[in-house]
């Protein structure tokens, strides 16, 4: 059963980071507490304590007002001191198994629902987004803490700042209280108990105690905020690379819903450019088709997704697409044989996206999660668009032709095999 | 909480429908106790008793192995006795909460739904697809039986032949199994007990005496059969009265696999048509626009809803509209400009089916379900499709050029409102 309780140590004094509390710092629009607070509650937990100072006590406590998380403050008076004695303040307040994190590290989505998993310290064996040089390692013997410090030579592991303990555990912190009258760090308490480790590699956490550090912790959440599921072999293999660096660089300025719009605005801008200039206009789409994977990375990054922002974006993308093919035809045919063929283009482009979410409207599951090979089929609107940009670069009408006739002949086959593999599937 | 298990009375040696035991006999292409066990199992129901004569037992037993039902045979050897002593033959056979019906009535699925919450016997006061004159009727009196007889002159509601009962019942018929040496029949148990009365009325059942009878189970299974959460005004006050009749003379032979494919062949027809002539392609495409109810129909009523096929029905009717504006502007228009709008009517009829399925694939939910309003905008297909008729039967450039806007504007403002009103909703 997951823990139902997670005490989070921030009382520390940092001071490379500035006047304010490391838990309140902003990565990618959302506070680092919000972040550890709301996974762990979509993850079952119910209820913090928050350990902090007498400084930073009445910023905590308008936090978790301001959300309203279920959390309570609790005051160390020598935050001075290690932050062993912090989580000795939160016995008698929790029973049971609970968590104990800290609120300078920024873990994402993956990660949290691992750890709440384990058992003991939390270890990572391949951490992939944290300084190793900087971090605290363990060396495991038997499956518990042998050693824990900084500077260990032989090291096995990395704390990742997480744990899931026993109330057990105070009666160390209770020895180590009169041993060293109050002034022991957490390590201290790890090995004393000689704690079990789990181990969990390479997922998102790291720790931040510089300004650069939250530079990396914004591209931990930028790069693991890739859904694609859905990504064509142009989206895996290049819009995404560009995609993930522009949702860095909007991370803490730009909503989801903002970003929407901005990119609607520039597909359309794209599709009435076809009235003047169709390498220009080819190539503005193509980039609108690399913006559009920006929303959805910043609305997992900021914890900002909604059913209904995927809702309107979905409509808006094929009002895009109608767009630019409806103005391309317009712009370069004259016979209406090649306009019946823009025509089953378009419907073909549209069908390609109908085809998987009546799928899931029909089944309730996702078509791609539930039918693997359909991700195998050509068709999707990444590579639709990059296409349609190459076509477009030396623009005669054989080419719009060629790429109209291409288009038509691409979708509609992609939906008919859809149906088909549904079918199998299902019949 | 609802009963596990269902006595089935089926011993009775009717003859004006022919050799066949009743409960084999089909309506809408399923024998009638194919019905009422799906039904019921649909329900909750876990565990069959049928009590049958000694010539139906053989055909029964095939009957239930044939379809897997948990079903037991239980031969009563003296059926021209009344069918009391069958009800007794399953003393022993059941405890608690059981339900008690027989082989000779047609139940839709509201009427199981509802029935088995109820308890005693199930009555209606406003019985609206069985024949009053030949049915069974009770006096109730403080919410119990008083009177039961097919020739009560002064009576409160139609015995619909379905009982939930408790084994408390098999008090009554020892009894009588004694006084009247077996030869008795239910309503004499019912009477006897005073049971229980629940209400409910107008809900579809029928009982099935005479072929005569079965056309009007057959007539009424096709009736309730209209889902129409998405209907049109339209299909609401043309094509439903049509197709419904359609189903009713289909529903014994064609599968709904098989209509979704004639309606389909005959919508490609009607988009072919327009090469040749308008009005016949209007006309033809208004029709298979009527005949798309029938498939849904067929399968409700037949007890062959699948999702699959309802999967497949929507691709097929996105690809008939595309086809059937396409090569209406194929043949009708010249100028780029039309062609243009063409393209924004094709774009806005897929978009309208889209922007619905979207919705369900996102939220789970049915749109028109969870925002009423939907329903009363303009611009669903039967709508699109019935004005496409009326405009195609005077065809003028001018009248295809109106009718090519007309559903450009209806189509998109109606997904533009259903953005909104869904926003407005979900936001």
Redesign the interface.
């Known amino acids: 059963m997951a823990p139902k309780t997670a005490v989070i140590l921030a009382a520390g004094l940092g001071t490379r980071m500035g006047k304010r509390p490391k838990g309140l710092i902003r990565v990618a629009g959302r506070e680092i507490l919000y972040r550890t607070l709301t996974l762990l509650m979509k993850n079952g937990v119910e209820r913090f304590i928050i350990v902090t100072n007498e400084r930073y006590g009445r910023l905590y406590r308008k936090f978790v007002e301001r959300h309203g998380f279920p959390a309570e403050i609790v005051i160390n008076p020598e935050p001075e001191k290690g932050n062993g004695h912090s989580l000795h303040l939160a016995s008698g307040k929790v029973s049971g198994k609970f968590v104990l994190t800290v609120s300078d590290h920024v873990y994402g989505e993956d990660f949290i629902r691992e750890a709440l998993k384990g058992s003991g310290l939390i270890a990572d064996r391949k951490p992939r987004w944290t300084d190793v040089g900087e971090a605290t390692k363990v060396r495991v013997r038997d499956g518990r803490v042998k050693e824990i410090g900084k500077s260990l030579d032989d090291w096995d592991a990395v704390d990742t700042g997480f744990f899931v303990l026993d109330e057990g555990i105070f009666e160390v912190t209770e020895k180590l209280e009169i041993e060293r009258e109050g002034d022991y760090p957490v390590s201290e308490v790890v090995k004393r108990a000689g704690l079990e480790v789990t181990f969990i590699d390479g997922l998102p956490w790291t720790d931040v105690d510089t300004p650069n550090d939250l530079k990396k912790a914004r591209r931990m959440l930028v790069k693991t905020a890739v859904k694609g599921t859905g990504d064509g072999f142009i989206s895996r293999h290049l819009n995404r690379r560009i995609s993930t660096e522009i949702s860095y660089l909007l991370a803490e300025r730009v909503t989801p819903n903002g970003m929407t719009a901005i990119t609607f605005a520039l597909g359309m801008l794209s599709a009435l450019l076809t009235l003047l200039s169709l390498p220009l206009a080819g190539i503005l789409y193509q980039l609108s088709s690399i913006l559009d994977g920006v929303d959805g990375e910043l609305a997992r990054a900021q914890l900002r997704t909604s059913?209904?922002g995927?809702?309107?974006d979905?409509?808006l993308d094929?009002?895009v697409d109608?767009a630019f093919?409806?103005?391309l035809?317009?712009?370069t045919?004259?016979e209406?044989?090649w306009?019946?063929i823009?025509?089953?283009a378009?419907?073909g482009s549209?069908?390609v996206?109908?085809?998987t979410?009546?799928?899931?409207?029909?089944?309730?599951r996702n078509a791609y999660a539930e039918i693997p090979s359909l991700r195998k089929l050509p068709g999707k609107r990444d590579e639709r668009i990059f296409l349609t940009m190459l076509f477009l670069l030396y623009p005669v009408e054989t080419s719009v032709k060629a790429l109209l006739l291409l288009l038509t002949v691409i979708t509609n086959l992609r939906?008919g095999l859809t149906?088909w593999l549904?079918?199998r599937k299902?019949?």
């Open positions: 059913r209904l995927g809702y309107i979905s409509l094929r009002y109608g093919l409806a103005l035809a317009y712009s045919l004259t209406p044989l306009h019946l823009a025509l089953l378009l419907l549209v069908m996206s109908y085809s979410e009546r799928f899931k409207a029909a089944f309730g939906v149906a549904v079918w299902k019949g």
